[in-house]
């Protein structure tokens, strides 16, 4: 097959993808807003990616004897285009858009201006769509306890001593950062992480520049380590700024061991280290130790490289005294969840059993495409031999594939982030060449590896930025409880302000104005996934309590009884749960002992849409055995403040119709309660309608009483509560024998 034969072919097969991703993502943008993930248009960027990849490989590559038979030719077409000029001007016509496009790699190489013009504006646009995608998504754990750690450290709190935490510095520094720069809203923590991506960007740019020759390939490499991380998440996420903050360590490592002596490289690496150190333990732990040793290894290097590591250790301590965050603190708090894992199984295979056939074949497809690039140029790289493997820096390759190993393996997504450290590394395998002599020279890819590096690169970045504005990993995470593809205009004030919410979080945020503010001043505790709420209504976060309930992950398993016992001394005035397709109550993570405090210490009420509130009631016990006076008297305190808390209402009917002492009793006062309390659950509740019952009894409203009783009765057995209709059988007895019941305390 000639070349020509094989370019053709190649254009071909890119022209089939480009023009199935281009269907899919008008498929999907012409169904927008829908009520589900648009897959066709996460598929169509994958497509596109394949195409530009297909594209860049069928563009002919003259060999350096065609360029040097062509150079006569060039010099007299430029001594012909000066002597016989065309319309009156010298040269040529203006060359058109496509060669104009065609001719910008090369311009790229020659005008270090128009490269670095090239990766600002670059780096500016990959963050713009990074700030898009982070206001039009907001959904579960991750971003609530997100905005609460941020909250904390505004409010003046200290991580291990104020809240137990086991989460990196690096993630709850910058969101107290981010609220610091930029004040207290959701979009101060998209801009912060805009800005530390372009920073990000630019920075590997600056490494890849003097590391690589080909500055179209840098520009490359730096979207795809962004587009894989921090904007494939599009928010202060800690797996996600491990793993860019990975990706450029190994670039400075490697750049390192290339140009030991070079100060400008030796500040990029301790930069590079300290920044990793702050991050997620079981990437950047492991990363630094295998670098380090590998750079003990070498003699030439050995002294630098423990002088270099020994001052970021330095840097990374006094970082954490003026943050007031002690080191052995931070450690204790890394050990103490160390044997943590996200699944039964003890790694992330185990979700795939869970997925349907369209999830799973998706996520395996993409994981495939990064792993058969990877294994391609590894392939590649062994092809070079043994001998330079460690003296060419390979090895350090080795260490990013290796980093990832662990997390992949016990984390409890399927995050595609956590590959970003092997791609890198993948990279740093591939053969290499050094241009022109010298140790300062940049290093170019060989040959056909060039071109295949170049488009795994390609469907990486357009896979990523696909990602990100399908938003597709909230839809994992948000569990459909505040996050909707069905978006609709911006939030026009308050912490969420310029956020592109659906109805869920709309309704949510007025029925919490609402409540809050009949509720004043009251101490109030904030469920699962509801975390964000104290930031937004500035309420303050509970001291000695975790950002987030889950045991082994956020605390040591066997802590949960001392933070519960916290928990309870702090007699919370109201409690506010999520209402949401976990049912009434949402209490994900949360241990058995914990449920057993929300449901035996409060009364609870649900009749918001979004939430179910528990108001701090009188425990019956109390009830029994203390001065039922006062406890009337804080019943009617508690509808002071909440005229409409249904359990109350229903509680204090009860006292008022059926407690031994007359004094006490009050029919009229007790039906007006009861019947109240039904009306706000539209009678559907049987507990109430029981209440209501001997409500009437007591009132002598015997034949209403009769009625409503044997509507509870009823109510009971389809539900299942065979005692409470059992109980409401036997009032019903009494009501037809004209007599009020009477309860024993």
Request: proline fraction near 5%; hydrophobic fraction near 50%; charged fraction near 15%.
């Amino acid at each position: 097959m000639t070349l020509r034969s094989r370019q053709h072919l190649l254009w071909t097969a890119a022209f089939i993808p480009g023009a199935g991703g281009g269907t899919a993502i008008c498929a999907s943008l012409a169904a927008v807003p829908g009520p589900g993930p648009h897959r066709e248009f996460i598929l169509g960027f994958v497509l596109l990616g394949l195409a530009a990849a297909l594209a860049q490989a069928a563009k002919r590559k003259k060999s350096s004897r065609q360029l040097g038979a062509s150079e006569p030719a060039k010099r007299s077409v430029s001594r012909s285009s000066r002597t016989a000029p065309a319309d009156g001007r010298l040269g040529e016509s203006s060359p058109s858009w496509s060669k104009k496009i065609a001719a910008l790699p090369a311009a790229l190489e020659r005008d270090t201006r128009l490269f670095w013009l090239s990766a600002v504006l670059l780096g500016i646009a990959q963050s713009s769509i990074l700030y898009w995608c982070g206001m039009r998504q907001l959904g579960g754990s991750d971003h609530g306890f997100l905005v609460d750690t941020g909250w904390r450290l505004a409010q003046g709190q200290r991580p291990y001593m104020d809240f137990p935490c086991t989460v990196p510095p690096g993630f709850y520094l910058g969101a107290g950062f981010a609220f610091k720069l930029f004040g207290m809203s959701w979009s101060a923590l998209i801009r912060f992480t805009a800005l530390f991506s372009l920073s990000l960007f630019l920075w590997s740019v600056w490494l890849g520049w003097r590391l690589f020759g080909g500055r179209g390939f840098v520009l490359l490499l730096a979207l795809v380590l962004q587009s894989l991380s921090l904007l494939l998440v599009s928010c202060w996420l800690y797996n996600a700024v491990t793993s860019a903050a990975a990706g450029v360590f190994l670039l400075a490592a490697a750049l390192l061991w290339h140009r030991p002596a070079d100060a400008r490289v030796r500040c990029a690496y301790v930069a590079a280290l300290v920044l990793l150190a702050l991050m997620k333990p079981n990437m950047a732990g492991v990363l630094i130790a295998l670098v380090t040793i590998g750079f003990f290894c070498s003699r030439s290097r050995r002294l630098p490289a423990i002088l270099l590591s020994g001052g970021g250790f330095v840097v990374f301590l006094l970082i954490l005294w003026f943050n007031g965050i002690k080191f052995f603190d931070l450690l204790q708090s890394y050990f103490s969840v160390a044997s943590h894992a996200a699944t039964p199984t003890l790694n992330a295979f185990g979700l795939y059993g869970a997925m349907g056939l369209p999830d799973l074949a998706f996520y395996l497809f993409l994981y495939l495409l990064i792993i058969i690039g990877i294994l391609l140029l590894v392939i590649g790289a062994a092809e070079q031999g043994r001998p330079s493997f460690f003296a060419r820096g390979y090895w350090i390759g080795i260490c990013g594939i290796a980093a990832v190993v662990n997390p992949f393996l016990v984390n409890g997504e399927n995050k595609l982030v956590d590959l970003v450290p092997a791609a890198i590394g993948a990279v740093l395998l591939t053969p290499q060449v050094q241009i022109g002599v010298g140790s300062a020279q940049p290093f170019s890819l060989v040959g056909s590896m060039r071109r295949l590096v170049s488009g795994v690169l390609l469907v990486l970045v357009f896979t990523g930025t696909g990602l990100a504005m399908a938003r597709d990993r909230v839809r994992m995470i948000g569990y459909g409880a505040f996050f909707e593809y069905e978006t609709r205009p911006a939030v026009p004030d308050g912490f969420f302000k310029g956020l592109h919410a659906g109805a869920a979080l709309r309704e949510t945020l007025d029925q919490m104005r609402c409540l809050l503010a009949k509720t004043g001043d009251a101490t109030v505790f904030f469920g699962p996934r509801l975390e964000w709420a104290y930031a937004a209504f500035q309420k303050p976060s509970p001291l000695n309590q975790p950002i987030c309930w889950d045991p082994g992950l956020m605390f040591a398993e066997a802590q949960s009884g001392p933070y519960c016992e916290s928990l309870r001394q702090k007699r919370y005035d109201i409690v506010i749960l999520s209402r949401n397709e976990f049912g009434p109550a949402d209490l994900s993570y949360y241990s058995a002992e914990f449920a057993q405090l929300f449901t035996s210490d409060y009364i609870y009420e649900g009749h918001y849409s979004r939430l179910t509130v528990g108001v701090r009631g009188i425990p019956t016990t109390v009830l029994r055995q203390g001065n039922v006076t006062n406890a009337i008297a804080e019943f009617h305190r508690m509808l002071t403040k909440d005229p409409d808390l249904a359990p109350v209402l229903s509680d204090l009917a009860w006292i008022r119709a059926t407690h031994p002492q007359a004094e006490v009793r009050n029919g009229a006062e007790a039906v007006k309660l009861a019947e109240r309390a039904c009306q706000l659950t539209d009678y559907k509740n049987a507990a109430f309608l029981g209440t209501l019952g001997a409500a009437y009894a007591e009132d002598g409203r015997f034949e209403e009483a009769v009625a409503t009783a044997e509507k509870a009765r009823a109510m009971s057995e389809a539900s299942g509560e065979n005692w409470r209709a059992a109980k409401n059988e036997e009032r019903i007895r009494l009501f037809k024998a004209h007599q009020a019941y009477r309860d024993k305390w």
